[in-house]
């Protein structure tokens, strides 16, 4: 059975970090390009960060850019997001994706789409305030 499980969430002051987790199981990881995305009450899920197989593949979303960092751990079928700086509008259910592309270009032309993902997790929240 192929899962994606999120850790990591919780409560952070604005300006703290956060670092989430994504354990993969029950498929090849290396050969997903993983992606987190979150999503705010009464509003669509969006995507954060994307990375391909190799770590220096990684793109973001402008909101993103500077703050946050996508890696992976093949070995280890870890995915993670370091966020930091963080701000109030940060606040929201963070999922991660598995999408299977792990060469080429193609991907990062319809990252966003949230149908191009075959495994989602079940959201881990994370909540910025003082």
């Known amino acids: 059975q192929s899962q994606l499980v999120e850790s990591g969430g919780g409560l952070v002051q604005p300006g703290g970090s956060l670092r989430l987790a994504c354990a993969a199981s029950?498929?090849?990881?290396?050969?997903?390009?993983i992606a987190w995305f979150r999503q705010v009450p009464g509003k669509e899920r969006e995507g954060v960060a994307c990375?391909?197989?190799?770590?220096?593949?990684?793109r973001y979303a402008d909101s993103a850019k500077g703050r946050f960092t996508i890696s992976r751990d093949n070995a280890n079928n870890v995915a993670y997001l370091q966020m930091s700086d963080l701000k109030s509008d940060d606040t929201g259910v963070y999922y991660c994706a598995a999408a299977a592309y792990y060469s080429g270009d193609y991907y990062y032309t319809v990252w966003l789409h949230e149908n191009e993902y075959d495994f989602w997790g079940q959201g881990t929240q994370v909540t910025i305030s003082s």
């Open positions: 029950g498929f090849d990881f290396e050969y997903y390009s």
């Open positions: 990375i391909m197989k190799q770590e220096d593949s990684a």
